[in-house]
């Protein structure tokens, strides 16, 4: 007996030797190919980096994440210094990163670096996790984050609060710059983790009512520097 | 009886008369249709938005041996292992080995409807091993011991109360009537549950050829736990989930959210592509994905049909169609309800015992009209209804089909019976019609015209 493998790649290719019908589609002849991953017709992310920077912080205050505008980033240590403060946060987790060193300077509290085989309880127990990401997407207002840029998988999604530190220039119109922008920068080579992060946990599955913290962070901080 | 249809009819007319309930249905959908709404008008061209995300879909089944073939060759380059599974037995074996192997003394999982169509949690259960939903909907489900109300919003018929009494018997915990404070009693009792397991297994909603990597969609940030704590993730999907390129995700991920669920984008949306790197902290060391077709290649071989294998199980044909809101989920007793699952399972499980459900359906068109990728879903239902005439004509289809068309293929014979259905109308009226009770319990027949179309064209009018 043949493997399922070479099976099912049999039956596909049987299949599919009776061509279907192009599904029926709203474009007239001589429109814009729809190929080109929707992107004129999917939401707008902005022109300029103003407008980008504009839509990014509606759509944030939208999802219940706050957004922090600082100038520099002295201004950043602070901000996240008060933030700390006023949450009354106890230890924060963090990964190594020359940003975040300077960042995390001023916390009032312990900063816990996430390193190769740490405990998975001791990160449950924190506060909130610290992290960089790889791009902020204006046109949803999601943060991209990935296993090598935010300090691996858990730390942006198992303690209770998440704060992403983000410069300007990391600032995207859309998904399709994201993505182009993450495959450029890791030389074609991808990290174990990506992750669109699109404000913070939610479920609505009790009578579709809205509940922040499912499972993942009650709460998404974005200090964006510039 | 218990066959499909007969269950069907019953649970149906049981829950389409519970109008409270009803009501309760109506209430929850209520605040998606506003949301969807105001997600949908922030599209610049929703129209054009649905035929990008459409050609995606099309040009990735109608190509789907290569997409496999590239993906398979992809996803393994970067760590992970491919296993494939010709049918739900070979899939919940698959995974029993993979789970032996590991040695796992418990296993967290996070919503995957593909799972649900193989019943692999019993299959684990049987073998001892103890598995925990952690989607908050599913956890509810499990815990009540019942399949999923709706693919998207499993427990969206469960009332808070009954939420409350559910987590003091099997938790323990003190009742409350928040639907804030029951999420995080689950939240709570959950983690422990991430931490502790040696597997997780989870689905996929969309596997990259062009990368390898698969990518899962989830609000509540389980899945993402469920793929970094564990020592071993493995995945399971079905084979039409290929896209071709990472591109066709900035389309088809933002429309699943608003036509799903009315979100600008799902809270989470996750791409992974082998196991931990060396460079990387935390990860999983083994990534195991298991390709199911169970059935698939049969819609495959259905050009008519294909494009139902471009669902992206939205699930926003189910939260418009009339007909799911009176009947409810359970009484499909399907994987998949609503009307991709009136149109797929004849094919997943049989066209004879599962014909009835192209018959639940007004045809209104809605269901077509919500659909993100364009799927023709009343005209499938309709192709399934010819479909079952044809390959297990019914006593009645025969000797109807046959009279209609022995009358109707002869003038003078039609005539005639035109008369006397004409005569005959007002006694019909009268009498109990078979097979028409229940459509006329609520409406009347209409009045028989004095003179037949023919006879008025004969005598001249509508011609001058």
Known sequence: MADARTDILARIREALKVKAPRPHLRAEPGDPSPSKAGRPWLPDGGETREASLTILAEQLAKLKAVLLRVPDRAAAAKALADLAGAKGWKRVASHSDSLLEEVNAALPCEVWPVSRDFDKRRLEACDAGVTTCECLVAQLGSALVSSRSSGGRALSILPHAHVIVATADQVVPDLADALAKVRAGNGGEMPSMLSFITGPSRTGDIERILVLGAHGPKELHVILIG | ?464
Not at chain 2, 87 to 108: C, F, T
Not at chain 2, 398 to 420: D, N, W
Not at chain 2, 429 to 434: A, N, R, S, T
């Open chain 2, 1 to 464: 009886m218990s066959d499909p249809k007969s269950i069907f009819l019953k649970d149906a007319a049981v829950t389409s008369a519970d109008a409270p309930q009803r009501a309760f249905i109506r209430k929850a959908l209520g605040g998606y249709y506003v949301n969807r709404d105001l997600q949908k008008a922030r599209y610049r061209d929703w129209e054009r938005a649905r035929d990008a995300a459409a050609m995606a879909k099309w040009s990735a089944v109608n190509d789907l041996a290569a997409n496999l073939e590239k993906f398979t060759a992809n996803f393994e380059r970067n760590g992970g292992k491919v296993h494939w599974a010709r049918d739900a037995a070979e899939a919940r074996e698959i995974i029993l080995r993979l789970v032996r192997q590991a040695g796992a003394k418990s296993i967290v999982k996070s919503k995957c409807m593909t799972s649900e169509e193989i019943h692999l949690n019993d299959a684990l259960e049987a073998e001892g091993f103890g598995v925990v939903e952690s989607d908050l909907g599913e956890f509810i489900q499990q815990l009540r011991k019942e399949p999923p109300y709706h693919f998207v919003f499993p427990c969206m018929h469960v009332k808070r109360e009954a939420i409350s009494e559910l987590f003091t018997q099997h938790l323990g915990t003190p009742p409350t009537d928040s639907p804030e404070e029951l999420t995080m009693i689950a939240r709570r009792h959950l983690r422990q549950m991430y931490v502790d397991a040696d597997v997780g297994i989870t689905g996929a909603n969309f596997l990259v050829a062009e990368t390898g990597q698969i990518s899962i969609t989830e609000n509540e940030g389980n899945a993402r736990l469920t793929a970094a704590l564990p020592r071993v993730h493995i995945a399971l999907s079905g084979i039409e989930k290929v896209v071709a390129s990472l591109d066709d995700l900035s389309v088809l991920l933002p429309m699943l959210a608003t036509a799903g669920a009315g979100q600008p984008m799902t809270c989470y949306n996750t791409f992974y592509s082998g196991p931990k790197r060396r460079d990387e902290p935390d990860g999983p060391e083994e990534f195991h994905l298991v390709l199911l077709d169970n059935s698939r290649t049969r819609i495959l071989a259905d050009p008519e049909q294909r494009d139902s294998l471009h669902c992206i199980r939205c699930g926003a044909c189910l939260n418009v169609c009339p007909i799911f809101k009176n009947i409810g989920g359970l009484a499909y007793g399907t994987t998949y309800q609503g009307p991709i699952g009136s149109v797929i399972t004849p094919h997943l499980r049989g066209l004879k015992q599962w014909n009835h459900l192209s018959g639940a359906s007004s045809l209104c068109g809605a269901c077509t009209d919500a659909c993100p990728v364009r799927i023709d879903l009343h005209h499938h239902l309709l192709h399934n209804r010819r479909n079952a005439a044809k390959e297990n004509p019914t006593w009645f289809d025969r000797i109807f089909h046959r009279s209609f068309l022995f009358v109707t293929s002869r003038p003078a014979l039609f005539s005639l019976g035109g008369k006397a259905f004409r005569a005959f109308l007002p006694l019909l009226k009268k009498l109990p019609v078979p097979y028409m009770s229940a459509w006329l319990k609520t409406r009347d027949l209409p009045e028989a015209p004095a003179v037949s179309f023919r006879d008025q064209w004969k005598k001249g009018a509508g011609r001058g």
